[in-house]
Every structure is written in C-alpha cells, then in structure tokens.
C-alpha cells in the first residue's frame, strides 16, 4: 500500500495564524482526501483533493477557511486559516489504493491556543 | 446522506472472553472498512470487505460483511489486553469520494 509522509507532526499555534500541512505519497495516486478528527471523536471528510482542478468541499467546510493545493499526485497541501481554539484537532490525509483500500498519514496534531 | 452507526461506543471487557463490535449504514455501498487506533497514533487498516459474505481474519480479529442487511461486524476472540485501542467501521462513500465514519468503539481489555 503508499506510503504517505505528512509533516508537521504536530504543533502549538496561536489564534488568528494560519498552518500549513503537507502530504507527500510515494506514489502517483488520483484523489487525495483530508479528514479532521475533533478530540475524542471519529473522523470527518473536508475535502477531495484532485489533481488539476478544484478542491471539492464537504458540507460544513469552506475554501476560504481551509485552502487545498494538489499540484502534482503525489503531493498536497491543507492549509487551516484564521486560527482558533476550535480549530484544534488531527488532520490526516488519506489516498485509496485499489487493492488496498484507503491509507493514512501519521497526522498533524494541532493545538490552538 | 450516508450514515453510519457502531456500537457499542464503549466495552470494557476482560482477557479471554469474546465479543462483537456492529457496524450498521444507511444506504447501499460495496465496500466497509475496519481500522484501529492507539492513543496519539493515526489509524491502522485491519480489514477491507468488498463484497456480501466476505469473512476474513487475522490473528483474534474476524471481520464479515452482510450488505443486504448493511451490517458488518467485528469479532474479537479471546480477547488479550494488546487488543485495547479504539476501532473504527468505515464506508466508501461510492466512487473515490472517500468514507463515513463510525463514531468508534472504545475497547478496553482488563487482564
């Protein structure tokens, strides 16, 4: 199955900034996916990452709160803007494998303070 | 809108006893997932069932899928105290539009 690096792995914030994450796959894949995992809870799609176009934002979320870049397939990034403490969660990125069903990057654990 | 229910959220059991983790969904899809995760790590993919009927095991874990009653469950056999972590069901969304999540069981095994 990919293997995916994301970084940071986690880190402190304050309000009002913003904080880029980055995923990079070790191979070419479609779709990437973001998910937040609010403390104690499940996970929650934000957003399709294709290549070439458009993120594709699940009810809830914006671009304006959290841009998405895809420049290439291996590669994205998810950015959390205008910080606030409720904000302050996992962010894991995913990708599908055929065979393999979908994988997940270590996680970025941000806190917001 | 895809739906999915797990339960129970909570089981603390103790070492050597066997119980069931249910994972049910609301709408139709082919593919059910099953993940762990240990405190502070990301998940780990336990199983990927991809058609009615599908059984597979591995180690004390066995995982079926029923998609004509949209229910899958996790079967945990004698148990051991490695085994607590939170586990989670998840269903693809249809395409490659990503899944839905179960809320999670929190699985605790008492020696």
């Known amino acids: 199955s990919a293997v995916i690096s994301q970084k940071p792995s986690r880190d402190i914030c304050q309000r009002g900034t913003s904080l880029t994450i980055q995923c990079q796959v070790d191979?070419?894949?479609?779709?990437m996916f973001w998910y937040r995992q609010q403390p104690g809870q499940s996970l929650t799609l934000i957003a399709t990452?294709?290549?070439?176009?458009?993120?594709?934002?699940e009810s809830g979320f914006v671009i304006d709160k959290f841009p998405i870049s895809r420049p290439n397939l291996t590669f994205s990034t998810l950015t959390v803007s205008n910080m606030s403490p409720e904000d302050s969660s996992i962010y894991l990125c995913?990708?599908?494998?055929?065979?393999?069903?979908?994988?997940f990057g270590s996680g970025t654990r941000l806190t917001v303070v | 809108e895809l739906k999915v229910e797990q339960n129970p959220l909570f089981l603390s059991m103790q070492e050597g006893k066997n119980y069931t983790i249910y994972c049910n969904y609301s709408t139709t899809s082919d593919r059910l997932y099953w993940y762990r995760q240990d405190p502070g790590k990301s998940l780990e993919s336990l199983f990927v069932l991809l058609s009615n009927g599908a059984v597979k095991q591995e180690g004390r874990l066995m995982a079926s899928l029923d998609t004509k009653a949209r229910l899958s469950t996790l079967h945990i056999t004698a148990a051991v105290h490695d085994l607590s972590a939170t586990y989670f069901c998840?269903?693809?969304?249809?395409?490659?539009?990503?899944?839905?999540f179960g809320k999670g069981t929190h699985l605790i095994i008492q020696p």
């Open positions: 990452a294709n290549q070439g176009s458009e993120a594709t934002y």
């Open positions: 191979s070419q894949v479609t779709m």
């Open positions: 998840a269903v693809g969304r249809g395409g490659a539009d990503g899944l839905t």
């Open positions: 995913s990708v599908e494998h055929p065979n393999y069903g979908y994988t």
